[in-house]
């Protein structure tokens, strides 16, 4: 970290002791050349903090140098201009620059690097450049990425009806365009930013963006000019290299296409590279795949586990061997598959690798040889390639070549095999990067060695031309010890004042006539010599000759690289899908999952199903397996017992199978048969998100009512709960309404899952044909009770809560008294008859259950437009239904 004393740009510090003078803002501090030159750069940039590199330093001036300095942990400093004021200043060394730039991203600010790119001449003022705009969504490089995530940066554009998305990921230069209906307030606009891992939205400056909509993401609001239908459509043909955007399916999706032009806008102003030979366009739609809401990530724990630690659904899958492998899991949760086709073709891959052990071992060792393929090669079309990204993708290079050899030596699946194929890099990478870098690289290419010797004869002869030289300077020591008689005689370099002779203060009147004085020490004098100072020349300037040709020969091969970037991206693709396939495997094998049968009915058929995340917390043969069945015949299952006893496991479990199942992985059951979902919907517990200030019941009402709104007969409904939030009247009212609801309305029928601890629900199962009860087992001795997590027919018949109170730990006295008061309530006011499920006796309070579903249909008919034959079938079809 920077103090205000030791480190300062040289030619910006003020020697002047501190003095309480005014401080100055930018427009009327000094005139000088380079704060001419950083106002107009200020002015194009008004919205980063830009950063200016001074010699070893990058600066901060004015408000940015206010805005940065706590959030960087930088102490204020200031540049005087005589009587005028001060101008506020902080700065950081420049090996710092990554770690200053992530946390100015953290903080939600954008950093402009403004860095020299001419040479530097003393005397002469340096050329400066703004050379990148860093923002959470433009960011290629290695240090400020996490291996195991993605970053998009998200244009949107609402047009009246629909909101057009355009998804960018600068490092893989994939861009989907999508629209959703309606504007940035609806739902599924929020759903898409989460599956898209959106870290920055762009919107046209007024467009009114609720808190919450965006998720994490930073919300910038660009120039509505940037969002122009011409202009977009401008872009893309620029930077696709197409003359005409016909064959992309862009006319389709036009809010979309102006979303992508402010994307590519702002692309060009974050320095970001488009490579047409990598960029892809995708047109997609919302419903392509199984789309899920943020409660249903959060409630299967797909990427953090509820209550913050423990293994999140991506860890327990993830034995993947690359980033681009991890990656691809993670995207795969985010959009689980409802063809079943595709399904299948990624659980063959499963399978083919779980048969062959051997294969497997094989692959994984080959997996690790890759490097994270995708961004080096990012590195390399954005021009920022180290030599040792090049030597990783050397590396990769060959890695490939063994990767695809171990599966087509093993006849695999279809999709393991065209993988396979995609992982070979271009012709002739291999070699020549085997041919030009050196087997050690060194961080920088301004270190030098990174070439090969023999790999350039123009580099071979300057180094030889350096090497005779340097040899020179290595005897010197010895052979002017010898001439001068001084034994302790030693010559030296440093980078100021270059190589000398330096003699101890002692032997100084032995020093000979030709010893030039260079600089005077403590205990010692440093000298030079014609002869030394023509060596050294020759040592310096052919260094110097040496890694500009060095970095003449690492910039061909970064070209090299970047021309065979959609190839490389193919590999990429190619190994992540092999690695996606193998961790899944692995998993598979490990914790005894089985392959699920997919298919396209309603069905979902489960044997000996286990929650896989409470699985592993508990530790093996410690979690009990359920079944479960849902078909045409029963629709919902009413699941009742006492808090605790397992009913939300079994309901996430379930959802988790599902999910698992249509990602394309095995699953945590005996046996399995799923019929795809179109969605999984949750709604389980109340959460602690209330930041809106609603209550507890207006969120669980207001997920309910989203829930019924937009499910389908293809959905699977997981509602844990409902009505708990408010008194128990109301709330066995409520949750019965909403269960006759999903039965009887006609676009809903879905497969659900009802869990409550009112056990006078189970009333519904003798009134609605579709609907089963279940409960979780417990046993009784007395006043104990024990869990047994087991789900069987039927309904529970007493809620037990004081049961659970007792365990959680309540006082005796509190618990006898509440028996008491319950038993006084259940006197005199029987809420339900306590006695067996589904049977007549049973008064619910209120809400007594809604007209029989035949007895609605019968009043709906329209008689007078019937014909007498078609009155009759009808009277048949009701006839039937009443008395099924
Ligand atoms: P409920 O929803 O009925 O209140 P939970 O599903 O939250 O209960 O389960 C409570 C605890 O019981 C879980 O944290 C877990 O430790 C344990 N549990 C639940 N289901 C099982 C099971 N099938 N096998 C073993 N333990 C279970």
């Given at each position: 970290?920077?103090?205000?004393?030791n480190?300062?740009?040289?030619?910006?510090?003020?020697?002047?002791?501190?003095?309480?003078?005014?401080?100055?803002?930018?427009?009327?501090?000094?005139?000088?050349?380079?704060?001419?030159?950083?106002?107009?750069?200020?002015?194009?940039?008004?919205?980063?903090?830009?950063?200016?590199?001074?010699?070893?330093?990058?600066?901060?001036?004015?408000?940015?140098?206010?805005?940065?300095?706590?959030?960087?942990g930088?102490?204020?400093?200031?540049?005087?201009?005589?009587?005028?004021?001060?101008?506020?200043?902080?700065?950081?060394?420049?090996?710092?620059?990554?770690?200053?730039?992530?946390?100015?991203?953290?903080?939600g600010h954008?950093?402009?690097?403004?860095?020299?790119?001419?040479?530097?001449?003393?005397?002469?003022?340096?050329?400066?450049?703004?050379?990148?705009?860093?923002?959470?969504?433009?960011?290629?490089?290695?240090e400020?990425?996490?291996a195991?995530?993605?970053?998009?940066?998200?244009?949107?554009f609402?047009?009246?009806?629909a909101?057009?998305?355009?998804?960018?990921?600068?490092?893989?230069?994939?861009?989907?365009?999508?629209?959703?209906?309606?504007?940035?307030?609806?739902?599924?606009?929020?759903?898409?930013?989460?599956?898209?891992?959106?870290?920055?939205v762009?919107?046209?400056?007024g467009?009114?963006?609720?808190?919450?909509?965006?998720?994490?993401?930073?919300?910038?609001?660009?120039?509505?000019a940037?969002?122009?239908?011409?202009?977009?459509?401008?872009?893309?043909?620029?930077?696709?290299?197409?003359?005409?955007?016909?064959?992309?399916?862009?006319?389709?999706?036009?809010?979309?296409?102006?979303?992508?032009?402010?994307?590519?806008?702002?692309?060009?102003?974050?320095?970001?590279?488009?490579s047409?030979?990598?960029?892809?366009?995708?047109?997609?739609?919302?419903?392509?795949?199984?789309?899920?809401?943020?409660?249903?990530?959060?409630?299967?724990?797909?990427?953090?586990?509820?209550?913050?630690?423990?293994?999140?659904?991506?860890?327990?899958?993830?034995?993947?061997?690359?980033?681009?492998?991890?990656r691809?899991?993670?995207?795969r949760l985010?959009?689980?598959?409802?063809?079943?086709a595709?399904?299948?073709?990624?659980?063959?891959?499963?399978?083919?690798?779980?048969?062959?052990?051997?294969?497997?071992r094989?692959?994984?060792?080959?997996?690790?040889?890759?490097?994270?393929?995708?961004?080096?090669?990012?590195?390399?079309v954005q021009?920022?390639?180290?030599?040792?990204?090049?030597?990783?993708?050397?590396?990769?290079?060959?890695?490939?070549?063994?990767?695809?050899?171990?599966?087509?030596?093993?006849?695999?699946?279809?999709?393991?095999?065209?993988?396979?194929?995609?992982?070979?890099?271009?012709?002739g990478?291999?070699?020549r990067?085997?041919?030009?870098?050196?087997e050690?690289?060194?961080?920088t290419?301004?270190?030098?060695?990174?070439?090969?010797?023999?790999?350039?004869?123009?580099?071979?002869?300057?180094?030889?031309?350096?090497?005779?030289?340097?040899t020179?300077?290595?005897?010197?020591?010895?052979?002017?010890?010898?001439?001068?008689?001084?034994?302790?005689?030693?010559?030296?370099?440093?980078r100021?004042?270059?190589?000398?002779?330096?003699?101890?203060?002692?032997?100084?009147?032995r020093?000979?006539?030709?010893?030039?004085?260079?600089?005077?020490?403590?205990?010692?004098?440093?000298?030079?010599?014609?002869?030394?100072?023509?060596?050294?020349?020759?040592?310096?300037?052919?260094?110097?000759?040496?890694?500009?040709?060095?970095?003449?020969?690492?910039?061909?091969?970064?070209?090299?690289?970047?021309?065979?970037?959609?190839?490389?991206?193919?590999?990429?693709?190619?190994?992540?899908?092999?690695?996606?396939?193998?961790?899944l495997?692995?998993?598979?094998?490990?914790?005894?999952?089985?392959?699920?049968?997919?298919?396209?009915?309603?069905?979902?058929?489960i044997?000996?199903?286990?929650?896989?995340?409470?699985?592993?917390t508990?530790?093996?043969?410690?979690?009990?397996?359920?079944?479960?069945?849902?078909?045409?015949e029963?629709?919902?299952?009413v699941?009742?017992?006492?808090?605790?006893?397992?009913?939300?496991?079994?309901?996430?479990?379930?959802?988790?199978?599902?999910l698992?199942?249509?990602?394309?992985?095995?699953?945590?059951?005996?046996?399995?048969?799923?019929?795809?979902?179109?969605?999984?919907?949750?709604?389980?517990?109340?959460?602690?998100?209330?930041?809106?200030g609603?209550s507890?019941?207006?969120?669980?009402?207001?997920?309910?009512?989203?829930?019924?709104?937009?499910?389908?007969?293809?959905?699977?409904?997981i509602?844990?709960?409902?009505?708990?939030?408010?008194?128990?009247?109301?709330?066995?009212?409520i949750?019965?309404?909403?269960?006759?609801?999903?039965?009887?309305?006609?676009?809903?029928?879905?497969?659900?899952?009802?869990?409550?601890?009112?056990?006078?629900?189970?009333?519904?199962?003798?009134?609605?044909?579709?609907?089963?009860?279940?409960?979780?087992?417990?046993?009784?001795?007395?006043?104990?009770?024990?869990?047994?997590?087991?789900?069987?027919?039927?309904?529970?018949?007493?809620?037990?809560?004081?049961h659970?109170?007792?365990?959680?730990?309540?006082?005796?006295?509190?618990?006898?008294?509440?028996?008491?008061?319950l038993?006084?309530?259940?006197?005199?006011?029987?809420?339900?008859?306590?006695?067996?499920?589904?049977?007549?006796?049973?008064?619910?309070?209120?809400?007594?259950?809604?007209?029989?579903?035949?007895?609605?249909?019968?009043?709906?008919?329209?008689?007078?437009?019937?014909?007498?034959?078609?009155?009759?079938?009808?009277?048949?079809?009701?006839?039937?239904?009443?008395?099924?």
């Amino acid at each position: 970290m920077r103090t205000s004393s030791n480190v300062r740009a040289p030619h910006l510090v003020t020697t002047t002791p501190e003095a309480p003078r005014q401080t100055l803002d930018l427009a009327t501090a000094g005139d000088t050349p380079i704060l001419r030159e950083y106002r107009a750069i200020k002015a194009d940039f008004p919205d980063a903090i830009v950063l200016a590199r001074l010699g070893d330093f990058f600066e901060m001036f004015g408000p940015d140098a206010e805005k940065a300095a706590p959030t960087l942990g930088l102490a204020l400093t200031g540049r005087g201009f005589g009587a005028a004021g001060r101008l506020p200043m902080c700065g950081f060394p420049h090996q710092a620059l990554a770690q200053h730039v992530r946390k100015l991203l953290d903080s939600g600010h954008s950093a402009a690097i403004w860095d020299q790119v001419g040479e530097v001449v003393a005397g002469r003022l340096v050329r400066r450049a703004i050379t990148r705009v860093l923002s959470p969504g433009m960011v290629v490089e290695a240090e400020l990425l996490e291996a195991a995530s993605v970053s998009r940066c998200v244009g949107l554009f609402v047009l009246p009806g629909a909101t057009g998305i355009a998804a960018f990921d600068p490092n893989t230069q994939h861009l989907e365009l999508l629209e959703v209906a309606g504007d940035v307030s609806g739902g599924a606009l929020a759903d898409e930013l989460a599956r898209l891992d959106a870290t920055e939205v762009l919107v046209p400056v007024g467009t009114p963006v609720p808190a919450a909509f965006a998720g994490d993401a930073r919300v910038t609001p660009l120039a509505a000019a940037l969002f122009d239908p011409a202009r977009a459509a401008d872009r893309l043909r620029g930077a696709t290299g197409a003359i005409a955007l016909d064959g992309l399916g862009v006319a389709a999706v036009p809010a979309a296409l102006r979303a992508a032009g402010a994307v590519l806008a702002y692309c060009e102003r974050a320095r970001i590279v488009i490579s047409p030979e990598l960029l892809r366009i995708q047109v997609s739609t919302t419903d392509r795949a199984m789309r899920l809401d943020a409660h249903t990530r959060r409630n299967l724990e797909l990427f953090t586990r509820l209550g913050g630690s423990g293994t999140s659904l991506l860890q327990l899958l993830d034995a993947t061997r690359t980033p681009m492998g991890v990656r691809m899991l993670r995207a795969r949760l985010h959009e689980p598959l409802i063809d079943v086709a595709d399904i299948t073709r990624r659980l063959d891959s499963v399978d083919a690798l779980l048969g062959a052990r051997d294969v497997r071992r094989r692959l994984r060792d080959a997996l690790a040889g890759v490097r994270d393929l995708e961004r080096l090669v990012a590195r390399c079309v954005q021009g920022i390639a180290t030599p040792r990204d090049l030597g990783a993708i050397r590396d990769t290079c060959a890695a490939l070549d063994a990767v695809a050899s171990v599966v087509r030596d093993a006849a695999g699946s279809p999709e393991l095999i065209d993988a396979a194929a995609n992982c070979v890099a271009p012709e002739g990478l291999h070699a020549r990067l085997q041919a030009l870098l050196a087997e050690d690289l060194p961080t920088t290419a301004a270190d030098g060695g990174s070439i090969r010797p023999g790999a350039d004869a123009e580099l071979d002869t300057l180094r030889g031309a350096g090497s005779s030289a340097r040899t020179y300077l290595a005897a010197l020591e010895a052979s002017e010890r010898e001439r001068t008689g001084i034994r302790s005689l030693r010559v030296g370099y440093n980078r100021v004042f270059g190589y000398y002779i330096e003699v101890p203060n002692a032997q100084r009147e032995r020093v000979p006539d030709g010893y030039a004085r260079k600089q005077t020490l403590a205990g010692a004098e440093r000298f030079t010599t014609p002869d030394l100072k023509e060596h050294e020349s020759i040592v310096l300037q052919t260094r110097e000759r040496a890694i500009a040709r060095e970095m003449e020969l690492l910039g061909e091969a970064t070209a090299l690289v970047a021309g065979g970037a959609r190839a490389l991206a193919d590999a990429a693709a190619g190994v992540a899908t092999l690695d996606v396939a193998q961790s899944l495997a692995m998993v598979a094998e490990e914790l005894h999952w089985v392959r699920p049968s997919v298919d396209a009915s309603t069905r979902l058929r489960i044997i000996g199903g286990r929650h896989p995340l409470v699985e592993r917390t508990l530790g093996p043969g410690r979690f009990v397996p359920n079944d479960l069945t849902l078909d045409d015949e029963a629709r919902i299952v009413v699941l009742t017992g006492p808090n605790m006893a397992g009913k939300s496991t079994y309901l996430r479990q379930t959802a988790s199978i599902v999910l698992l199942a249509q990602i394309g992985s095995y699953v945590p059951a005996e046996e399995a048969t799923i019929g795809v979902c179109d969605r999984i919907f949750t709604r389980i517990g109340a959460h602690d998100d209330l930041s809106g200030g609603l209550s507890t019941f207006m969120v669980e009402m207001a997920e309910t009512a989203a829930i019924l709104r937009q499910a389908s007969a293809r959905s699977l409904v997981i509602l844990d709960e409902i009505g708990r939030g408010t008194s128990t009247y109301d709330g066995v009212s409520i949750a019965q309404a909403v269960v006759e609801y999903l039965h009887d309305a006609p676009q809903l029928n879905c497969r659900t899952l009802f869990a409550t601890h009112f056990h006078e629900l189970t009333v519904l199962a003798g009134q609605l044909p579709r609907v089963r009860n279940a409960r979780v087992e417990v046993v009784e001795d007395g006043a104990e009770i024990t869990f047994l997590h087991r789900i069987v027919p039927g309904g529970a018949d007493r809620s037990y809560g004081v049961h659970v109170a007792r365990l959680a730990g309540i006082p005796g006295g509190v618990l006898v008294r509440a028996r008491q008061l319950l038993a006084d309530l259940e006197r005199a006011r029987p809420l339900g008859g306590g006695g067996d499920h589904g049977s007549d006796q049973l008064t619910l309070p209120i809400a007594a259950p809604g007209p029989h579903p035949v007895m609605r249909e019968l009043a709906s008919l329209e008689l007078d437009a019937m014909t007498p034959i078609a009155a009759l079938n009808k009277l048949v079809e009701l006839h039937d239904r009443a008395v099924r």
